[in-house]
């Protein structure tokens, strides 16, 4: 176990960032670093650590959880949860610290910031890997502009599994859900509720298959979120226009599965230079 610590902190004892689905990616970057995580409601006297805090959830406190983040002399700090951006991370002060956006807005652009990731009950979900029976995959709600275009053109699809649900996680079971996801080729995957990040992207790369990103948020702007994230690139297919669709799946599959390995692959890489990088920052 290492010596470095991670404190789940939060002043509501029972809105822990552990507790929630997108920790996921936190959480198997901590694990493979052997990094202890310690949910507490306040923050221990310490030389260095991370500390994870949901952002939504602790709104409004932000000038209280700077005198716990002062117990410690270097820190690195994830603000996660926060898609409506209510966290006001510009008060955040500190001398010696280096902070992590999730669901990162155009506002943060001095921040470092990363992607939300599969959430973390998906280790305990997985499939055996079948036989690839699907050309596309879609299971979700259809309750903005963007998937209801999507879900317009899938319709029509032949070789599509789609299956509209009336909520969020209403639909399959997880173990369900991952299922058809690995016996699909392509998964479109448009923009969440508020931010274009969404856990079906990091879903179907988990699940060797082909995302489609989005380039319009759910109010239909465009954003080139996947660029803003990680300015290196991605190598994904996005898309404006959710009724390119047909043509857009027939010309991904001529190069299938070549372009699912590369965005395999990628995605390894980002999961490696995200440890590497916040374990350089905690040590400086």
């Known amino acids: 176990m290492s010596d470095i610590k991670a404190y789940l ?14 920790y ?9 670093n052997n990094i202890e995580q310690i949910t507490v409601s306040k923050i221990p006297v310490d030389d260095r650590a991370f500390v994870v805090i949901p952002g939504s959830g602790n709104a409004g406190m932000e000038e209280k959880i700077n005198t ?18 209510r966290f006001n991370v510009d008060l955040i002060s500190h001398p010696n610290i280096e902070i992590w956006i999730h669901y990162p807005h155009k506002r943060h652009k001095k921040y470092n910031k990363f ?3 599969a959430p973390k009950h998906i280790e305990d979900n997985l499939p055996e890997y079948p036989v690839k029976e699907y050309d596309i995959f879609f299971s979700g709600q259809i ?10 053109a899938l319709s029509k699809m032949p070789q599509a599994m789609f299956n509209p649900t009336a909520g969020f996680s209403l639909g399959f079971t997880p173990r369900e859900y991952y299922d058809y996801m690995s016996k699909s080729r392509i998964v479109p995957c448009p923009a969440g509720n ?30 080139d979120f996947f660029n803003f994230v990680e300015p290196a690139g991605v190598p994904v297919k996005v898309l404006s226009d959710w009724n390119l669709i047909p043509d857009t799946v027939s010309d991904l599959l001529m190069e299938y599965p070549e372009n699912m390995h590369t965005i395999v692959a990628w995605w390894i890489k980002y999961k490696r230079d995200f440890s590497l990088k916040i374990m350089e920052q905690i040590n400086e």
Not at 24 to 32: N, S, V
Request: glycine fraction near 4%.
């Open 194 to 223: 508020v931010v274009i990040d969404t856990f079906r992207f990091f879903e179907a790369i988990e699940m060797l298959c082909l995302p489609i990103g989005d380039l319009k948020n759910s109010q239909n702007i465009n954003f």
């Open 9 to 22: 902190y939060s002043l509501d004892p029972l809105d822990s960032a552990d507790d929630k689905w997108d």
């Open 68 to 85: 716990q983040l002062s117990n410690i002399n270097r820190l690195v700090l994830f603000i996660t949860g926060d898609e409506s951006a």
């Open 24 to 32: 996921g990616l936190i959480k198997e970057i901590f694990d493979k």
């Open 115 to 117: 992607f939300v990731g």
């Open 143 to 152: 309750n903005h502009t963007r998937r209801r275009e999507l879900s317009q």
